[in-house]
């Protein structure tokens, strides 16, 4: 399962708000040291109830805008 993502990283609290096929999460870690993208692959793998490995970002790694792939 793919799925498109919109990040905004060191946001003052955290949120998931679906937005037609984008999902958009405002994470409270900063864009540095892959941290945003390490807790957006920890909220989508609890909202979609697989494991943490089972997320990977396929594209947009330094980008606000990402690909994520979903193994069930």
């Not at 958009?24 to 943490?52: C, D, H, K, M, Y």
């Amino acid at each position: 399962m793919y799925l498109k993502v919109f990040v905004t990283p060191g946001a003052k609290r955290e949120r998931v708000e679906e937005k037609g096929e984008i999902l958009a999460i405002s994470v409270r870690e900063p864009a540095q040291g892959n941290q945003a993208n390490t807790r957006v692959r920890a909220i989508v793998a609890l909202r979609f109830s697989v494991p943490f490995g089972k997320v990977r970002i396929l594209a947009g790694h330094r980008s606000r805008s990402k690909m994520l792939s979903i193994d069930r």
